[in-house]
């Protein structure tokens, strides 16, 4: 265990952790928002913001991080007003991104071989000012995230509820983009551009696989992640290996684990009592505290009851009514 005392493998170990919590934590929100190749879309982006930090002379993480934000902010505007469509949007981001990023990096004399290191990842390589760096925009991430989780969730699952209760859809929809956009760019000196949407998506639907609840899946897809942000930096020392591929090679064999783990649970916690229409509903009263919005993608229970939908909440069916849910 030498290996923990070297300061280099301090750095990337720190690192690989932040990444590993803060890119499944935004990750929750795009793939409850069908936009789990957004991750994919915005790398491509940032690598127009490393080109332009090699022909300019600039660190190229804070300039990456600049260009990504206002590029998915940019691209989240044109479809909230209809002009493109998301798959549209994320075709910009590709293929503008990618060539954009070659062609300044040629115009700065630099080939494909220096654009490699932030395509794939050069976790070993962080320094201490990247890894303040990286420590200070995970922080961000997860204190937004963190406090705004209730709201966030709301425009991510529908945002005609979202609206229809007040919330401030467009500032909220900017923010999980912009927060997409930091983690991607956070993540290109460990998993790399081209591998980050891999550990943003993959522990997300392992969660998914496990615990049912939006808030219990997104801790739980945290957890994953740093598992295998963790083994796969230690692992890479070991095996002599990229620690990007590693680490995402891992997750998707945690994925593929949690599949029989989740039959099992199924299994375990089947009702023994299936409720229908005619089951008598309990007495009614007001939930005092619900951030819980629920809806056909939210993973509870749902039973037809007299005209409406009641969701199956910690042994309560919980209904939607007004701006507030009614426990029955």
Known sequence: MEWLFLPFMQRALLAALITGVTAP??????????LSLLGDGLGHLAVAGVGLA?????????????????GSIGIELLRESGRASGDVGLAILFYGGLSGGLLLAGLAGQGTGTLSAYLFGSLLTVTVADL?????????VLVVVIGLLPQLFAVSADEPFARSIGLPVRLLNIVV??????TVTVSMRTVGLLLVSALMVVPVATANHLVIGFRRGLFLAMGVGAVAALSGAAGSYYLNTAPGSLIVVIAIGLFVVS?????VLQRRNRPLVELT???????????ESHAHVHDERCGHLSVQ??????YIHDGHRHAAHGDHYDEH
Do not use: M, Y
């Open 25 to 34: 934590a935004i990750g929750t929100f795009l793939v409850q928002r069908k």
């Open 54 to 70: 090699l022909l300019t002379g600039t660190a190229p993480l804070p300039l990456a991080v600049a260009i990504c934000v206002l």
């Open 132 to 140: 303040w760096f990286i420590a200070a925009l995970g922080a961000v």
């Open 177 to 182: 983009v912009s927060l997409a956009a930091i």
């Open 259 to 263: 599949w029989p783990v989740s039959r």
């Open 277 to 287: 229409d005619e089951a008598p509903p309990l007495d009614h009263e007001l939930a």
């Open 305 to 310: 009851h007299a005209g409406h939908v009641d």
